[in-house]
């Protein structure tokens, strides 16, 4: 039987963290919070997948909107609806996609959610 996994929204709270003061915080479909040291990471939200199976979730980033992206966990999927990057380098944008992953759908795992994006301060 052949199971499709439907498609979900990055209704995501995207945030770009530091260990400082909170310096800038700008609210829209997705919400970015900026800190004023050099110790950037970026914080995702998302709403869960409604389809029934569903165990986890793929997080992929890339450089260039559009991708090609990259798989951020690709020995785990993450079992709730938010994931922390911590491998961001400072003045560079990041393009964020999620898909949902059921095993026992054909497909295993959705097509992508729709794109969130960012750029890291350059200090």
Known sequence: MKVLLRAFLLLC???????GNLRAQQKATQSFTVA????????????ASVTAGVSGYYVYRSSVS????TKLNP????AGTSYE???????????YVVTAVDPNATPPESVYSNEVSTTIPSS
């Open 36 to 47: 004023v040291n050099n110790s950037y990471y970026v914080s995702l939200s998302w709403t």
């Open 66 to 69: 559009g991708g090609p992206y």
């Open 85 to 95: 990057d911590f491998t961001v380098q400072l003045g560079t944008s990041y393009f």
């Open 75 to 78: 020995t785990a999927l993450v």
């Open 13 to 19: 709270t995207l945030l770009v963290l530091g260990n």
